[in-house]
């Protein structure tokens, strides 16, 4: 679940009327989406001889494609609504309205900020049913990717407002506060406050929050999980924690995340994915996350949002004055730090997201990139690697190359081909060349066994 200042900016990556997730996988998790349905048990001599070959990119199923045409279809009518819903608060004066219900129900000014947001939500959480129902529930049944219950889909549903609605309530007024106690800076001081906050969030989140959606388990294949300490041992990581999630009451889909801060983080893995994904699939899926672990990117993913949300609201600081001015009868309030002036502040975030996401998702890319590459690097399970892209593409009802517009503005990972590909043809150590983050692992005794490598390894370097 977001966090209110970063809910509009991240629609596009976020669970919202436009997700193709069943529920909230926040953007911060570096989720890298594999998916099962390959299904080939291959015999260690039959994969020792293949070993070699590249794995083909296969062709999107005739299901696949209409699911990514109609995604976009969904996307563009989420953004849409994005921009109007807000509009039709402000320019209706329905904000002002719901401000002046807040002051006789909170009275004092912190309450009425979280009066306000409580009812604010809750409107647009009802005008959002049949959207949210429609793309979480019944078009991933439609399209076989859903196992959920209705009531299951329900209860998340309500709890996902609660969550969200008791954030709001606990922290909007800190935002606003700001707003009143320094008109001219409370851009700058807003988006250096996400990052203490946002690093609170990934704190909480995995012991308070997830846990309300699902049940997270320690792992239960204890072979398999000695073989991923053992992976995380050599990556370098101590005292690693890796969880499993039923998600398998929730969706037939396949995934894994690293998620949590300082003493909550973790590596999770769906019980989907340990149910239809072979060991050594699943090793390099835990590398890949490792990479991410290893590599910070979750600290800096936080500080790039925390830089790109001071540019967006320094531009809402020098629009929303002259919006202020010129509506300001319309609205029914006469400065940003009116709370009614939230459904502006949305907006506005909104169209400037629609700017600055691509930035945010490149950046993404660039780090997914690095985690498959990371993972290639500790496991050297090439095929392994490719083999977890194709069961993604052909159970996900994936598409292997999306078109420039929707790499740009909708996707946080490399295409799938893309990182097939570079599956098949990353190989330094086999000519000699040195790795990039071979600086990071420690050597370790089972790596030849643990990943069936058929070629001699070369000197690692140190760091
Ligand atoms: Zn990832």
């Known amino acids: 679940m977001q966090s209110f200042l970063i809910f509009a900016f991240s629609t596009a990556l976020a669970a919202g009327p436009g997700s193709e997730s069943g529920s909230a996988l926040p953007w911060y998790r570096g989720a890298l989406v594999v998916s099962m349905a390959y299904g ?5 001599s039959e994969r020792a001889s293949v070993e070699e070959a590249p794995v083909p990119v296969p062709e999107p199923s005739e299901q696949a494609l209409r699911y990514y045409w109609s995604g976009n279809i969904l996307w563009v009518v989420g953004q849409v609504w994005g921009v109007l819903v807000p509009a039709a608060f402000l320019f209706t004066g329905f904000s002002a309205r719901i401000r002046d219900w807040a002051q006789r129900i909170g009275r004092k000014w912190v309450f009425v900020v979280g009066v306000y947001f409580i009812l604010f939500m809750a409107i647009n959480v009802v005008l959002e049913l049949p959207l949210s129902f429609y793309v979480g529930y019944i078009r991933q049944h439609a399209y076989g990717l859903s196992n959920q219950s209705l009531s299951k889909w329900w209860m998340d549903f309500i709890k996902g407002f609660l969550v969200v609605a008791l954030q709001g309530a606990l922290f909007l007024w800190v935002p606003y506060l700001i707003l009143r106690k320094s008109p001219r800076r409370w851009w700058l001081y807003t988006s250096l406050l996400v990052v203490p906050f946002i690093c609170f969030q990934l704190l909480i989140a995995p012991v308070l929050i997830d846990p309300l959606f699902n049940e997270f388990s320690p792992m239960k294949n204890q072979e398999l999980e000695t073989d991923i300490l053992s992976l995380a041992e050599q990556a370098g990581i101590e005292g690693s924690r890796v969880f499993e999630v039923d998600k398998s009451v929730d969706t037939k889909t396949v995934n894994a995340y690293v998620t949590g801060f300082f003493g909550t983080k973790r590596i999770v893995l769906w019980d989907t994915t340990l149910a239809k994904l072979e060991p050594e699939e699943i090793l390099f899926i835990v590398g890949h996350e490792m990479g991410h672990y290893v590599l910070g990117h979750i600290f800096s993913t936080i500080l790039v949002v925390s830089v790109v949300l001071g540019v967006a609201l320094y531009c809402i600081y020098r629009v929303s004055g002259a919006l202020i001015e010129r509506y300001q009868t319309r609205f029914g309030f006469t400065v940003l730090s009116d709370v009614a002036s939230l459904p ?6 909104h169209v400037l997201s629609l700017a600055l996401i691509p930035l945010v998702l490149g950046y993404s890319r660039y780090h997914e990139r690095e985690a498959d590459r990371f993972g290639l690097e500790l496991t050297r399970s090439n095929r392994a690697a490719a083999i977890a892209f194709v069961k993604l593409q052909e159970e ?26 570079f599956c098949n043809t990353y190989r330094p150590w086999l000519k000699g060349e040195p790795s990039r983050y071979g600086r990071y692992f420690r050597d370790h005794k089972d790596h030849k066994d643990l990943n069936d490598i058929k070629v001699v390894h070369p000197v690692r370097e140190r760091g």
């Open 396 to 421: 996900n009802l994936g598409v292997p190359r999306p078109g420039p517009l929707v790499r740009i503005w909708r996707s946080s990972h490399p295409s799938l081909a893309e990182r097939i590909e």
């Open 40 to 44: 080939g048990e291959q015999g260690a």
């Open 344 to 349: 502006l502040l949305l907006l506005l975030m």
